[in-house]
Structures are given as C-alpha cells and as structure tokens.
C-alpha cells in the first residue's frame, strides 16, 4: 500500500513537471549560483558514500540518493 | 482541467526560439561596448575588431570547462596573432572579482571584458558555458562553438586558419 | 578471526546494500557534460566509535562496542575529451565487540549479551569507475570488489543522466547488482552455517529541475531486491526471509542565498520494505562560504518501524524471527559539522557528528530494543587538483 502510494506520487510528480514547462527558464549565463559547490546534491562523493555506509550499517533502511544535477549549460 | 491546458501551453512556449540567433542562419555579430576587466583600458567594442578574423568567447570563473578553454584560447592567440587573429573574451560572472581571482589562475594575454547584466550574452543567445564565436572580417559570425573539451582547440585553429585566408 | 556483525558491516544483507550504495554515480553535480578539468586525488581518515552501553542493558560480555577506522583513498582523471577514469581504494579496521543475542537480564528486563571483545577485522573494497560525457549527458559503469575474513562482495552498477535542450531538466536513471558471499568465521560464537550467498539489483530513476537561478528540486524512486541468505550468522536467534525488497522515494531542494553567500540544503527520504519496515529520513543543512572557508553545520532526523518479524527477545518458535536493534522501532537524530578549507590547489577537510537513538524518539509504535547505538564519527582529508 505505501509502495504503492510512493510511486503514484513519483509517477505525478513527473507527469506534473513533463506537463509543465517549467517556472521561467533560466539562461546558460545566469547559471553562477547554481555552479556553486553549495548546491550540490552531495557534500563530496566520498562523504555520501561513507556517511551511506554507516547508515545503512546501523539502520534499517538504504538507499536514497542518486540523482544528478539540473544541468548547467555547461556542455 | 485548466491546469494541464495551462502547463502544455507553457511547454510550447519553451519551444518557441528566442534571441536574435535562434533560427541558426548566418547572422552579422551583435555589436557591444563593455567596460574591460584585463589586457586592455576603458571599454572594449566589437565595431574595433572589423577587418580581423575574431574569436569571441563568453566565460565564467564558475564553469569548469573554462579551465581549460581559457589556456588553450590563449596558445592559440599566441600562435596565430601575428597572422591576424584576434580573441576576445566577456565574462557573464555578476560580480568582477570573481573573474579577477580566475584570471590569475589562468592568465590570458588577449582583452578580457564583463558583461554582469547578461545583456550581451542574450544578443548572442548564448545556449551554453562557454560559447565561442568565430568572426570573419565582414563581422559575419562563420561558427558557434558550445561547451569545450580537451582536443577542440585542434578542430578550431582549422577553422581559423580557413578564415584567415579569406 | 573475527566476531562479525557489528556495524551490519558484517550483516550479509547490509553489505550488499552498501556495495551497491557505493556504486552509486561518484560524479553527478550540476556541472554535468563534461569530464572534469583536472585531475584530482585525495585521501580521507575516518574514525567511528559507539557508545559504550549502560550496564543495565547487558546481560554479559564487554559494555564496550564498535570502533572502526576507515581510511578512503581515490584518484579521479580525465581521459582525452570524453572520458574519466576513477579509482578508490578504501579500508576499514574494525575492532570490538557487538550483541549475540537478547535474553532477559536479573531485572527482569531485556538484555544483551555480547560477542567477545577485542575482535579485529580489516576489509578492504576496491572500485573502479569509468565515465564517458556527451553534449546532453554522461554515463558511468562502475564495478567494485570489497574483501574481508568472512565476506566477499563484487558488484557492478550502471548509471546514465540526460539533461533537456534547454539544460534545466536531467533525467538519471541507475541500475546495480552485487553478488555477496558470507563465510562466517567460527572461532568464538558457534554458527551454523559454512558458506552461503546472496545477491542484490537495485534500479533508480529520477529526475532535477532548475526553478530559478537560485533554486534546484530533485525526486527519486528505487526499487531494491535482494535473494538468497539474509540472516545475520552471527546472532544466535536470528532467521529472516530469503527475499527483502525495498522501495525508497527520495526528494531533494537547494536554495542560494546570494547575501549570504550560502546555501539551504534539504532532503527527504521514504522508505518501505516487504519486512515490514518504513522509515522516514529528514535532513537539512546549511552550507556558508566564507572565502576560502566552507562552514557547514547538518542536522538528520531518522525514524523507523519494526520489522514484522523483530521482537527484543526472539521468538524462536515463528518461521522469522530477530532481536538485533536495527530492525526495532526506533528514532535517531545526528548532529554535525563540517568545514573545508581551500589553499591552492589543495583542500583540507574536517566534518565531526553524533548520533543518538531512543526507542522514545520514533513516530512509529513498537517494542523498544535494548542496546540502541549512539556513535561519534570524525573525519580528516586532504585532496589535490591538478591539471
């Protein structure tokens, strides 16, 4: 039931965003703030990893991370 | 019901193309005049570049491929300035320091300007970091080159050298 | 000789996650389309160490827990135009001793007792990660091989990112397998058991969008199942199912203040389990530039429900049965810092945090598990860029 619930949420979510443009596009040149290492997914890839670990070692749950950036304009 | 009639309408609007090079046909160079920031006093304007085969590169200290871009532009100005090249690069970084600190880095020997608003950079319609065009000498832009990775320069100094014999 | 199953480093079923976990994509950021312009090698010491217990909770055997040193050393380059090669090498010297099993103490009250002290291991885990860019995107193929007394896993895992014409959307898809073996060492604890495997796939996908020049989203769903055996061969009453599937859908947001010069970071995790287990997970943090200097204080909030078949003293008499804690209801909460330092081409780091649980801490209802860990981890590191 809740896994169920999970990807009907994850399943809309997408379709929402597909549908929908967007908020106002932002321009390759106007990309500084978001290139700042403070808006990274991670804290640095050998932190995720080893903080992933330990949780994962203690707790019940994994999983969770894995996404990529919103792009740059960078190419 | 409104709401998806709302975001398709919003998704067509996303592909309409903007900006004066949008349609990608043969367009003469937006002329400008931005303040200089290295290699060169006061305002540096395009119009000056006429009768050159000119390279103009828009970059940021925030983009990583311009680690790279910036040295090999600069091999390449070394190189072919004698033969009538000229580089000009404008930076879209809003804030000059910035451009300042990665200048010392990665010194360059050609003329560097800023354009903090982005209003340039809108003329060109920049469609990624970094961009370069290349100029011949009527002012037409001949090449548009987004995004560098190692080896471009090669590919480049061909199309320059092309140019130059013009 | 080792007394296995103490950080779950040991569990089979924890180690094949984190496997998997670790083959997760090492390169994703926002700047994503091309290979990295230096080269970059960097070495990381960590040092983790539970609390001891309250010896009210133990029934006998050593009040002392876990301590693990960890030391993490990469290399990371690109190859001509297209391409990134990475190498990491880490390992981890784990010495101390865990529960073997719950029973009811002279109080009347669950109690653990332990495994024998002083129990050393070492494991080491090997990982290899090519990478290839494109105008629109990257993919990454990543195979890692991790080693110890009484485990042995070799996992691979794929991952590939798009981004849309107009940079403001990346798509990323992932999917990773691991095949573990568990040959648990017989010195001190009887088990019953000589070798056994187990294997995991795990496939996510999920989507960032840029909002505004200062603003990112991302959503993520993953669905993880692992097959073959599970249980933990160091508890003396401990028999879980032959199958465990996980389901996580997982959120992100970052926010840039410019007047700051820092930024919002927060996540969310669900998760959900065929053991009978959802958790949520919580965490925010903030990330302040201050020149060369990066000063970012987290917080995390966990909490989790029991599993169907835990209760904090088995039940033998079931088909399923477990008393290790970390399939209690619980909840936990981590408290840390980290602060980076540029010089150069060099960065130094620092990043120390606690973490504490309570079977009172949770949202969930369920029976409390004695011997909770709580644990302090710090971590050093150094990192070298250079073209």
Redesign the interface.
């Known amino acids: 039931m809740?896994?169920m619930i999970?990807?009907v949420?994850?399943i809309s979510?997408?379709l929402?965003?597909q549908?929908?443009?967007?908020?106002?596009?932002?321009?390759?040149?106007?990309?500084?703030?978001?290139?700042?290492?403070?808006?990274?997914?991670?804290?640095?890839?050998?932190?995720a990893?080893?903080a992933?670990?330990?949780?994962?070692?203690?707790?019940?749950?994994?999983?969770?991370?894995?996404?990529?950036?919103?792009?740059?304009?960078?190419? | 019901m409104r709401l998806p009639v709302f975001c398709f309408a919003s998704l067509l609007y996303l592909l309409h193309p903007a900006g004066a090079l949008a349609d990608g046909n043969i367009t003469v160079a937006p002329g400008f005049r931005l303040p200089a920031i290295a290699n060169a006093d006061g305002t540096i304007e395009l119009d000056s570049y006429l009768g050159k085969v000119t390279y103009l590169d828009f970059w940021a200290s925030w983009c990583g491929p311009c680690r790279l871009s910036l040295p090999a532009l600069d091999a390449l100005y070394e190189e072919l300035r004698s033969e009538g090249l000229e580089v000009v690069a404008v930076s879209v970084d809003v804030v000059d320091e910035d451009s300042l600190d990665f200048l010392k880095r990665y010194s360059v020997s050609y003329p560097v300007a800023i354009d903090t608003t982005g209003d340039i950079a809108r003329s060109y319609s920049v469609g990624g970091m970094p961009s370069g065009y290349l100029i011949d000498r009527t002012g037409v832009i001949r090449a548009v080159h987004v995004g560098f990775k190692r080896g471009d320069e090669e590919k480049l100094r061909l199309e320059i050298m092309e140019l130059l014999e013009e | 000789m080792s007394d296995r199953a103490k950080t779950g480093i040991d569990s089979p079923l924890v180690r094949s996650i984190s496997a998997t976990l670790s083959a997760l994509p090492a390169y994703q950021s926002t700047l994503a389309d091309a290979p990295p312009a230096y080269t970059e090698v960097g070495i990381r010491h960590s040092y983790y160490t539970e609390d001891s217990l309250d010896a009210s909770d133990v029934i006998f055997g050593s009040r002392s827990r876990y301590d693990i040193d960890v030391t993490q050393l990469w290399i990371e380059a690109p190859v001509g135009g297209s391409w990134s090669i990475a190498l990491d090498v880490q390992n981890d010297a784990m010495s101390g001793a865990s529960p073997w099993f719950v029973g009811v103490g002279l109080d009347g009250e669950p109690g653990v007792v332990m495994s024998g002290a002083s129990i050393k291991d070492n494991r080491v885990e090997v990982g290899v990660t090519t990478r290839y860019f494109w105008a629109d995107g990257n993919a990454g193929l990543a195979i890692s091989h991790s080693e110890e007394d009484d485990y042995r896993a070799l996992s691979f895992a794929f991952d590939a990112s798009w981004n849309s014409s107009d940079n403001a959307r990346t798509w990323t898809a992932s999917a990773s397998r691991s095949n573990d073996t568990v040959t648990p060492v017989k010195e001190r604890i009887p088990v019953f058991i000589d070798e056994e495997s187990l294997h995991t796939e795990s496939l996510y996908f999920g989507v960032s969008q840029i909002l505004s020049r200062t603003q990112i989203v991302r959503i993520g769903l993953s669905y993880t199942a692992s097959e073959g055996y599970l249980t933990d061969p160091y508890k003396f009453a401990d028999n879980r199912p032959e199958d465990h599937d996980r389901w996580v859908l997982s959120t992100g947001y970052r926010q840039f203040f410019s007047n700051a010069d820092g930024a919002l970071q927060a996540d969310y995790r669900f998760y959900s389990d065929s053991w009978g287990t959802d958790s949520h997970t919580v965490e925010v943090g903030w990330h302040q530039n201050l020149g060369r200097h990066v000063l970012a204080p987290y917080f995390r909030y966990y909490t989790q429900s029991e599993a169907d078949f835990f209760s904090p003293i088995a039940n033998r008499e079931a088909t399923y049965y477990a008393d290790d804690y970390r399939l209690s209801s619980y909840g936990a909460i981590t408290a840390g810092l980290r602060w980076t330092v540029q010089l150069g081409d060099w960065q130094i780091e620092t990043q120390a945090e606690r973490y504490q649980s309570d079977g009172d801490w949770g949202v969930f209802s369920g029976k409390a598990a004695p011997a909770l860990v709580d644990f302090w981890r710090a971590t050093v590191g150094l990192t070298w860029r250079f073209d």
């Open positions: 809740k896994t999970a990807n949420v994850f979510t997408l929402f965003l549908g929908c443009a967007g908020p106002k596009p932002v321009a390759p040149w106007e990309r500084g703030y978001l290139a700042d290492p403070a808006m990274q997914w991670q804290r640095s890839a050998r932190e990893k080893f992933g670990h330990v949780y994962t070692s203690k707790e019940a749950s994994s999983g969770g991370s894995g996404a990529a950036g919103g792009g740059c304009g960078c190419n």
